[in-house]
């Protein structure tokens, strides 16, 4: 089966722009998940969506953080405006239920300079 | 949310069995003990998943003590492919929404030749 697919594979953007990360989940799988991963640590959870409904996201920082998924399947993880802090690797993850493993792309690196 | 500790590091030859262990000393109930390994410029993959016992597959094997508190990734004859690392979590797979997968900082494990 194909896996978790995300694009872009880098992006460099200076502080105060705006930039947007796409994941394609494997076909089939209900949950979705945005993690941030800064070098060094491990991932963070931003949000967990079941289907295209919001299941968590009590980490996200709303202010400048957004995500959604429509129809169930694609989704889109949206900085603005960006922050130095927010360098790090953008992981998309997805599940078919509640509880199974997690598959993971291979993520979005993340400069802002 | 239950907390995990795990070492920082851990260095190994070829051809020996590494065993890693992971705290996790407020586990509830509903919490299972899912480890990932995590290679450069990659996502986590799924190793092994288990509740109590022991659970075996094809890559390793998970060791969990009656209590629960804490748990043993083991990998028999390691290789230099099995440099990576390896994230301990614990969640609640049961209730829909209080997954909440946490990770932690990981164990670094580096093989030596």
């Known amino acids: 089966e194909a896996g978790v697919a995300q694009s872009p594979r880098y992006k460099i953007i200076e502080k105060r722009q705006s930039v947007a990360f796409w994941c394609n989940p494997i076909?089939?799988?209900?949950?979705l998940y945005w993690y941030q991963q800064i070098l060094g640590q491990g991932p963070k959870l931003l949000i967990q969506f079941q289907n295209n409904g919001v299941v968590d996201d009590s980490q996200l920082p709303k202010d400048r953080f957004s995500a959604e998924r429509l129809k169930g399947v694609d989704s889109t993880l949206k900085i603005q405006p960006a922050k130095l802090e927010d360098s790090a690797v953008y992981l998309c993850a997805s599940s078919p239920r509640q509880g199974s493993a997690l598959h993971f792309g291979n993520g979005t690196r993340l400069t802002v300079t | 949310l239950a907390k995990t500790t795990q070492p920082i590091s851990m260095d190994s030859y070829e051809g020996q069995e590494v065993n890693i262990t992971c705290s996790h000393n407020?586990?509830?109930?509903?919490?299972?003990i899912t480890w990932y390994q995590q290679f450069p410029s990659q996502g986590p993959r799924f190793i092994i998943q288990g509740y109590k016992t022991k659970v075996t597959n094809e890559v390793a094997s998970l060791f969990i003590p009656a209590d629960r508190k804490s748990s043993t990734l083991s990998l028999p004859r390691v290789s230099l492919s099995d440099t990576a690392v390896y994230y301990c979590l614990v969640g609640d797979m049961l209730s829909f929404g209080n997954e909440k997968l946490t990770f932690g900082t990981g164990t670094r494990l580096t093989i030596i030749p």
């Open positions: 076909s089939g799988h209900a949950t």
């Open positions: 407020n586990i509830a109930t509903n919490d299972y």
